[in-house]
């Protein structure tokens, strides 16, 4: 069993930058791609952030490419999402999210498709005023 606890949500005014982390055990952390979905209010999760195994591989919502990063540290079991220039439309519950990859994908491949995570975190709140 994994479990995920992510960190480092809050308020912060339009034009800033927030870092959330994503804490994993039960699991070494090079087995799992690491995702970052968002729900804001009223509307579905969505896909923001995918990393590979290796961190080699990573994929972005178009509505955050160029200012978020995702990043891993296996040996920390941490997983970050760098999120700069936040915008009002940003304001959402971030959750952070586990695919246990098998073998053979090899340490590259990562999924933007939420039904391929097996883990989830309970969520961190981002408000991101104007």
């Known amino acids: 069993q994994v479990q995920l606890v992510e960190s480092g949500g809050g308020l912060v005014q339009a034009g800033g930058s927030l870092r959330l982390s994503c804490a994993a055990s039960g699991r070494a952390l090079s087995s799992l791609g690491m995702d970052w979905f968002r729900q804001a209010p009223g509307k579905e999760r969505e896909f923001v952030a995918a990393?590979?195994?290796?961190?080699?591989?990573?994929n972005y919502a178009d509505s955050v490419k160029g200012r978020f990063t995702i990043s891993r540290d296996n040996v920390k079991n941490t997983v970050w999402l760098q999120m700069n220039s936040l915008k009002p439309e940003d304001t959402a519950v971030y959750y952070c999210?586990?695919?246990?990859?098998?073998?053979?994908?090899?340490?590259?491949?990562?999924?933007?498709?939420?039904?391929?995570?097996?883990?989830w975190g309970n969520g961190i709140l981002v408000t991101v005023s104007s």
């Open positions: 999210a586990a695919d246990v990859v098998p073998t053979h994908l090899g340490t590259s491949y990562y999924s933007s498709n939420p039904r391929n995570m097996d883990y």
């Open positions: 990393i590979s195994r290796s961190g080699t591989g990573t």
